[in-house]
């Protein structure tokens, strides 16, 4: 579904506002991976602005789509594009990380309204969604289920056993999006366990295969449009991404997977990401 310029300047600035936010958030709560967040908020934001078929006044409505954040350790921008949804009071976000707040360092489906399964360690979301994409078959219903994995977290062993059974049961209702902003904890992704040729390896395990700029909300939303995806195959896009993207000091340095930033330089942040609008 192509969109026009209104719709992209919208969903544009929904983004902006979840990156000021997301940065908030983060610098309140002391802690949080702001790197890998985002690089993910273009596309959740697209996602849950354009794409997904959920009910924020009735979270668990039978017939939604289902969102898996397997990179569960970017909760904080999940939980501020819910807000921004409407599945929790905005308010709550000041509570991030706090004792006995519902917003942990990994979201959590007994606690948080909109979010489909608990989430962290690495390699467990994409699993967990074929197996909610197999239900959706057997059921013949005609909700989708969708992942977001980082590329680092694809180095884990599981995400190729389900990325064979989601081959084998023929998941057409399956998306699975990979955040490749190439870095990951500690290191570059070529300098750690290098999965290059990504799109080959998917493609070999049986799967369709798209890559975007995963930061071109109109690219994201043509390529994450249910239309075109191949019958009897499930579907990956491989979004190219930077790590701390909007944020000058931030981008493509690996030290921000899990780093807070200064008051100087969330000053800095603060005023990249409010000119933007």
């Given amino acids: 579904m192509n969109l026009d310029s209104l719709n992209i300047n919208a969903l544009k600035e929904t983004a902006r506002r979840i990156r000021v ?31 997904l078929r959920v009910y924020p006044d ?5 017939e939604r789509d289902r ?16 807000a921004e949804k409407g599945f929790i009071d905005p308010a709550e976000l000041e509570t991030f990380l706090a004792p006995h707040s519902r917003l942990n360092g ?4 007994t606690k948080v309204p909109g979010v489909e399964t608990n989430t962290g360690p690495l390699g467990h979301g ?35 056993e389900a990325a064979m059974a989601a081959a084998q049961f023929g998941l057409d209702n399956l998306t699975v999006i990979v955040d490749h902003n190439r870095l990951q904890q500690g290191a570059r992704l070529a300098e ?15 799967w369709t295969v798209r890559e975007v700029d995963g930061h071109d909300i109109a690219a994201l939303a043509d390529v994450l449009d ?3 995806i191949e019958s009897g195959k499930p579907s990956c896009v ?40």
Wanted: aromatic fraction near 8%; charged fraction near 15%.
């Fill in 226 to 228: 249910s239309s075109g």
């Fill in 126 to 160: 994409l699993p967990v969604a074929v197996g909610m994409a197999k239900a959706a078959q057997l059921d013949g219903a005609s909700w989708r289920t969708y992942v977001l994995t980082g590329d680092g977290e694809l180095q884990e062993g599981s995400n190729w």
């Fill in 58 to 62: 009735a979270p668990d409505h039978p």
């Fill in 21 to 51: 936010q997301d940065l908030k958030t983060v610098f309140g709560a002391g802690a949080g991976h702001i790197g890998g967040e985002m690089s993910a908020i273009d596309i959740l934001t697209t996602l849950y602005f354009h794409v």
């Fill in 238 to 277: 491989i979004a190219h991404t930077n790590k701390g993207q909007g944020i000058s000091f931030m981008q493509d340095r690996v030290e921000w997977h899990h780093k807070v930033p200064s008051r100087e330089q969330f000053e800095q942040a603060l005023a990249e990401l409010e000119g933007a609008a």
């Fill in 106 to 109: 990994h979201p959590n489906c």
């Fill in 67 to 82: 969102f898996v954040l397997s990179k569960g350790h970017t909760a904080c921008a999940l939980y501020v594009t819910l």
């Fill in 192 to 206: 750690t366990n290098n999965l290059a040729p990504l799109a080959d390896k998917f493609e070999a395990f049986g």
